[in-house]
Structure formats: C-alpha cells, structure tokens
C-alpha cells in the first residue's frame, strides 16, 4: 500500500505544479492586462488636445472613459487574483485532505496484513 501513497504524491505534487502554473499565468496576463490599458489611455491623452470647444469636450469624454475603464480593469484583475488564490488554496487543502484519507487506507488495509 505504500506504493498507492507515492502514486498519490507524485500526482498531487504534478497538480500542485499545475496550479502553481496556471495562478502565475493569470496574475501575469491581468497585470499585463491593466499595463496595455493604462498605456492606451496614455496614448489618447498625450495625442494632444483641444483648447477649446467640442475638441475639449471630446478629449474630456475619452479621458473620463479611460480612467473609468482602466480603474475598472484594476479591480476586476484584483478580484479575480483574489478568486485565483481562494481557487488554489482550497484546491491545494482539498489534496492535503485526500492525501490524507490515502494515508488512512494504506494503514488500514497494511494492518490485517502484517496479522495474517
């Protein structure tokens, strides 16, 4: 039965590996995500603008609808990455837990046959 228990911990160690994986590339993509937003509200801004008339109240439009979508951004990144590591470490207790239930079997199962 000790062998049942490394099968076990190779496969968890392979998913533990995954997940570590995924999370990572998550968290890169949303900060990549929330840069490339920031730097095409930059670019908007920095065309120049109009003095004024309806040229400065179009560049005040696009500016306003920049940092509304650009915080937006901010804070669905921070939320999912939240998501992401409640996602992971309940993934990674739910392991440690079937791991131990393994465990449990082997040392069952071991017992009547070290009696026989």
Known sequence: ?????????????AQKEFLDTWSNSQEE????????????????TNMGSAQEGRGKEM????????NNMAN????????????HK???DTVEKQME?????VKSFSEMFKQPAEKK
């Open 1 to 13: 039965m000790e062998k049942g228990l490394e099968f076990f911990d190779a496969w968890a160690k």
């Open 29 to 44: 993509f949303l900060a990549n995500w929330n840069e490339a937003i920031n730097k095409l509200q930059e670019s908007f």
């Open 59 to 66: 560049t005040n439009l696009f500016t306003s609808l920049f």
């Open 72 to 83: 937006s951004t901010k804070v669905f990144s921070d939320e999912a990455i939240k998501i």
């Open 86 to 88: 409640t996602w992971k």
């Open 97 to 101: 837990m079937s791991r131990d239930v």
